[in-house]
T-cell receptor, first 114, second 110 residues
Framework: KAGVTQTPRYLIKTRGQQVTLSCSPISGHRSVSWYQQTPGQGLQFLFEYFSETQRNKGNFPGRFSGRQFSNSRSEMNVSTLELGDSALYLC?????????????FGSGTRLTVV | TQLLEQSPQFLSIQEGENLTVYCNSSSVFSSLQWYRQEPGEGPVLLVTVVTGGEVKKLKRLTFQFGDARKDSSLHITAAQPGDTGLYLCAGSGSARQLTFGSGTQLTVLP
């Protein structure tokens, strides 16, 4: 059974640019959540999608957005990149809502903004 | 806002020693999960506990959920270098999201 696949693994962008990250969940999982992980803040919740609908959003500015497709694959977009957006972005899929029964995480996308 | 506090933040022990990591909150959670994360990888789910007072054992790891479902602990017996990693607790509750603790970085020295 394939795990959660995130692409790309590494990304270097310049301030002001935008970036799109991709996540393919485990087959059959309809919930996809995104987290930002930094050394200072730990894992911070970005948003959760279930059946193409955003079910919840964390406290991030509107520059952070996402979407989910009919095959449950998800993308997140960050526009007008800032240095502080450098982080490991993690995608997680689950069978249920809100991670009640646990998440399966991908390996993450390491974003560096210079 | 539901917050989870983990302690200690860092732990360095010798192989064979025992240790306990704590996860505390003032909020009630419907379930509590523990993850382990290694450098450059995503967290891996170790266990989910859902009933107050529940104790689960996974080989040398023992997980306990507090009676009031506000706290949890992870106890490792006879730690091994392979146990090295970042241990994260995470709670699911009224916030409609999984809230993570700040993590405990465990290093087991051979």
């Amino acid at each position: 059974k394939a795990g959660v696949t995130q692409t790309p693994r590494y990304l270097i962008k310049t301030r002001g640019q935008q970036v799109t990250l991709s996540c393919s969940p485990i087959s059959g999982h309809r919930s996809v959540s995104w987290y930002q992980q930094t050394p200072g803040q730990g894992l911070q919740f970005l948003f959760e999608y279930f059946s193409e609908t955003q079910r919840n959003k964390g406290n991030f500015p509107g520059r952070f957005s996402g979407r989910q497709f009919s095959n449950s694959r998800s993308e997140m977009n960050v526009s007008t990149l800032e240095l502080g957006d450098s982080a490991l972005y993690l995608c997680a899929s689950s069978a249920g809502h809100f991670g009640n029964y646990g998440y399966t995480f991908g390996s993450g996308t390491r974003l560096t903004v210079v | 806002t539901q917050l989870l506090e983990q302690s200690p933040q860092f732990l360095s022990i010798q192989e064979g020693e025992n240790l306990t990591v704590y996860c505390n909150s003032s909020s009630v959670f419907s379930s509590l999960q523990w993850y382990r994360q290694e450098p450059g990888e995503g967290p891996v789910l170790l266990v989910t506990v859902v009933t107050g007072g529940e104790v689960k054992k996974l080989k040398r790891l023992t997980f306990q959920f507090g009676d009031a479902r506000k706290d949890s602990s992870l106890h490792i017996t006879a730690a091994q270098p392979g146990d090295t990693g970042l241990y994260l607790c995470a709670g699911s509750g009224s916030a409609r999201q999984l809230t993570f603790g700040s993590g405990t970085q465990l290093t087991v020295l051979p």
